[in-house]
């Protein structure tokens, strides 16, 4: 199979995906700690210890992946997805044409809001990309 999409396009969904995935919510400061070890709101010298762990969620991260998704051609979306379900294993790599198919039969819309809720999104997409012996290792990257 060779990509419609530009190799490094997809990799560059991979690497947002995995920085969208890696986002953890900061908890709500007002809420009770779950384990008093965690968290000691009267040591002043250590207020909240584990909030340097966390991290407020970049929407810039998840603005881009979804930009960069939808400034794609419709049959590079439709690829991307198709791709996506071939690697999460809705899809075997000897049923391309299938996944393709009904990829391009879904609404750009649609399409890039499944992608933008598939847990995983960044692996999936590696692991598509690998079915068809692609992959991202060396793409992006100074020689």
């Known amino acids: 199979m060779e990509l419609l999409t530009p190799l490094e396009t997809l990799c560059r969904i991979?690497?947002?995906a995995r920085e969208n995935e890696a986002q953890v919510p900061a908890q709500d400061p007002d809420e009770d700690a779950d384990d008093v070890d965690d968290y000691d709101d009267d040591d002043e010298n250590n207020p909240g210890a584990l909030s340097v762990l966390e991290d407020e969620l970049n929407t810039g991260v998840e603005e881009e992946l979804r930009a960069t998704l939808d400034d794609?051609?419709?049959d590079q979306l439709a690829e991307t997805l198709a791709l996506a379900w071939v690697g999460r294993g809705t899809y075997d790599s000897s049923e391309w044409d299938d996944a393709f198919?009904?990829?391009n039969d879904t609404d750009p819309d649609?399409?890039?809001d499944e992608l933008m809720d598939?847990?995983?999104l960044a692996s999936h997409l590696e692991a598509g990309l690998a079915a068809f012996d692609y992959s991202c290792d060396g793409v992006g990257q100074l020689d």
């Open 110 to 112: 649609s399409a890039i």
């Open 101 to 103: 198919a009904e990829a």
């Open 72 to 74: 794609l051609a419709d």
């Open 14 to 16: 991979i690497i947002r």
């Open 118 to 120: 598939m847990p995983l």
